[in-house]
């Protein structure tokens, strides 16, 4: 049991997959922002601008020969910066910068007014201002200077080191971070959770149906992006429903074409045990014989039938289909020949094409022999072959009665059988061929036959497989 829990626990989760990826998305927008801000921190010139706006900020406060004053707004300013550098004065929240920030003002005169602790009391050279770095206490400072009405402003700032900025970046931002993906969090769990709870109710419907119940799905899911699974299963349903009355029927199809054969092959087989004349014993055997060739042959129809369903076909392989269709005319020349019929062959002297070979032998045998079963006694049955572009065209015409109107359009069901035929069959030869020729990418077409009269059925294959 704890087993199974493990495996579902760790099973691929679409909650843990939107979570991960907010995880990720906030840790990149926290490399972004360090990587940023350890950027400016490394720009001398972009700390020089900072430095020059706090300068600016502070000179605000000074005043023309206000020595007092202005060194006590200086003692502030100086104060609060730092402080600030500290701790964040609008969060609370402790931030430790490191360094230093140190200010000097002097009077035009040269008359210190103001100097953090550490900072030199005499002027800087023009040099070291230019170059916009200082050594103060042994330390690198960076520095810009700001005259202003009262004087000389100078603001330095502590050249930090990259080990310790890039820990102190991490914790800066780390802690904001954290604190956002905690409030996202909550409500976007909230909200795949409840978006998932119409699939479980869905999975408990579907659970709870009949197996035999493939009636459309009667439940409603409220999200618009839910709707084509719904779709998707009632159309499975059907489709499912559809094959399943089809494999009924073909089962009750077969069962009652197989009674006659069998019915005839049980007969047969007790009139040939009591049978004592001999004459007759041999005509129980012919009798019995034909019975078990028609019950052989229904049931290899039907099990091609189920192979070419099943889409049990074999790959295109070269082949001559002149040499096929001759060796099948051969093969049908005996029954032909038992009814005066006459068999034509119009095709090129060779026709070596890519193609499947079973399926087009299979396709033409059923053609043949309904066209020797069904046509009349000393007719003529026709076999053309061509290739036309990329597509072989196969038709067996023939000159006998041809197809009622009537019976056209359900020449390729199973089991069929027009209504004024009387030769025997088992309806499956025409319901193959449709399906052999679509497995391939075919279609057949049903055309006037010889002289007009009789039927012609025009089959047209690709050289090979669609992909």
């Not at 972004?32 to 010139?45: A, D, F, K, T």
Request: charge should be positive; charged fraction near 25%; glycine fraction near 6%.
């Amino acid at each position: 049991m704890w087993f199974k829990r493990l495996a579902d626990g760790l099973a691929p989760s679409l909650t843990r997959r939107v979570l991960l990826a907010l995880l990720l998305a906030f840790a990149l927008i926290w490399l972004v922002l360090v990587g940023r801000e350890y950027q400016e921190s490394r720009s001398s010139e972009s700390r020089r601008q900072v430095l020059w706006r706090v300068a600016d900020l502070i000179s605000v406060a000074l005043s023309p020969g206000r020595m007092e004053r202005n060194r006590q707004a200086l003692e502030t300013a100086d104060r609060l910066f730092n402080a600030s550098r500290r701790i964040n004065v609008a969060s609370k929240v402790e931030v430790d910068y490191p360094g230093d920030l140190l200010i000097s003002a002097r009077t035009r005169q040269g008359e210190r007014i103001y100097a953090s602790p550490g900072v030199p009391t005499i002027a800087l050279p023009a040099r070291d201002l230019n170059k916009g770095v200082v050594q103060l206490r042994g330390k690198a400072y960076r520095v810009a200077e700001r005259l202003y009405p009262a004087g000389y402003l100078t603001v330095f700032e502590q050249v930090i080191p990259d080990e310790e900025v890039l820990p102190f970046l991490t914790k800066q931002y780390i802690a904001p971070l954290a604190i956002s993906f905690s409030l996202v969090l909550l409500p976007l769990w909230l909200a795949i959770s409840r978006g998932l709870l119409p699939l479980r109710r869905l999975a408990d419907y579907l659970n709870r149906r009949a197996s035999d119940d493939f009636s459309p799905l009667s439940m409603r899911l409220p999200y618009r992006e839910l709707k084509p699974i719904v779709q998707a299963l009632d159309q499975l349903l059907r489709r499912s429903r559809d094959s399943i009355a089809r494999e009924r029927a073909i089962v009750q199809d077969a069962a009652h074409e197989m009674c006659t054969p069998l019915a005839v092959i049980s007969t047969q087989a007790h009139a040939l045990v009591r049978e004592e004349d001999a004459e007759a014993r041999q005509q129980n055997l012919a009798a019995l014989e034909q019975a078990l060739a028609r019950h052989s042959h229904l049931v290899q129809q039907l099990l091609r039938l189920a192979a070419l369903e099943k889409g049990e076909g074999e790959r295109p392989q070269m082949v001559d289909l002149v040499e096929v269709a001759r060796n099948a005319l051969i093969g049908l020349s005996p029954r032909a020949e038992a009814k005066g019929m006459e068999l034509e062959l119009d095709s090129p002297d060779g026709l070596p094409v890519n193609l499947a070979q079973i399926s087009f032998l299979s396709i033409l045998d059923n053609l043949l022999s309904n066209a020797v079963a069904y046509g009349r006694a000393g007719g003529r049955i026709r076999v053309r072959l061509a290739v036309i572009g990329e597509r072989v065209e196969l038709e067996v015409a023939d000159d006998g009665p041809g197809i009622a109107l009537e019976d056209r359009p359900h020449l390729f069901e199973r089991f069929y059988r027009g209504k004024a035929v009387s030769a025997p069959g088992s309806g499956l030869g025409l319901a193959i061929v449709w399906q052999a020729a679509h497995a391939q990418g075919g279609r057949v077409q049903l055309k006037e036959g010889l002289e007009g009269r009789g039927v012609a059925f025009c089959v047209s294959l690709p050289l090979s497989r669609p992909v």
